[in-house]
């Protein structure tokens, strides 16, 4: 069993639409990473939150640390945003647990 | 500035050969950490420091070793490769080790033949 699960593996999308997506974790955490790695390989934080709600342009992060869940928002998607999206639970005993990615592919 | 550098960012080992992927970073930051992404299963933390001197286990540790002597530096030691080490690895730095963000390096595709 996994402690981080994700939704959908995989998403394809027309640029310009709404994208949500979803992060369940079991874990005691102290703070909910979402991550972003592009094609290249290399991987860039996008939102570090531990309660609420934090917005990035056109990216939005939440968080219910009840339900203990997250949801990532890309409103008016654009082909550059392509990329595999990681959701990470640090937990309070110094560790992360990562979700396996769900693959974003945006056609213009 | 340079962040966190990795290096290599290639490297074909042979069956029991031993190497160092080295990671660097220049933030100051207190918590380093080594990962494996293989496909299908996400990133699996290696080991991990919370500061110089200080070394801890993660979930996956068989067949590697760190050490941390200085803030700036956490390596990565294979000891013997195996073909199951064959995997991309990345190391990260925060500044602490709880709500901050992380910091990547551009990755080690490894390949043990």
């Known amino acids: 069993k996994n402690e981080v699960e994700q939704s959908p593996q995989n998403l394809t999308a027309q640029e310009g639409e709404f994208i949500t997506i979803n992060c369940s974790y079991s874990v005691g955490i102290s703070a909910l990473h979402w991550l972003q790695q592009h094609p290249g390989g290399g991987i860039v934080s996008l939102f570090m939150?531990?309660?609420g709600k934090k917005k990035h342009g056109r990216l939005i992060a939440t968080i219910n640390i009840q339900e203990k869940h997250s949801s990532l928002h890309i409103t008016a998607s654009h082909p550059r945003d392509s990329a595999v999206y990681i959701c990470?639970?640090?937990?309070?005993?110094?560790?992360?647990?990562f979700g396996t990615g769900t693959s974003l592919t945006v056609i213009p | 500035n340079a962040g966190v550098t990795q290096t290599p960012k290639f490297q074909v080992l042979k069956t029991g050969q031993s190497m160092t992927l080295q990671c660097a970073q220049d933030m100051n930051h207190e918590y380093m950490s080594w990962y494996r992404q293989d496909p299908g299963m996400g990133l699996r933390l290696i080991h991990y420091?919370?500061?110089?001197?200080?070394?801890d286990q993660g979930e996956v540790p068989n067949g590697y070793n760190v050490s941390r002597s200085t803030t700036e530096d956490f390596p990565l030691r294979l000891l013997s490769a195996a073909p199951s080490q064959t995997s991309v690895y990345f190391c990260?730095?925060?500044?602490?080790?709880?709500?901050?963000?992380?910091?990547f390096g551009q990755g080690t595709r490894l390949t043990v033949v």
């Open positions: 420091s919370v500061g110089a001197g200080i070394t």
């Open positions: 939150l531990s309660s």
């Open positions: 990260a730095s925060s500044y602490s080790y709880r709500d901050t963000e992380a910091f």
């Open positions: 990470a639970a640090y937990n309070t005993g110094n560790q992360f647990y």
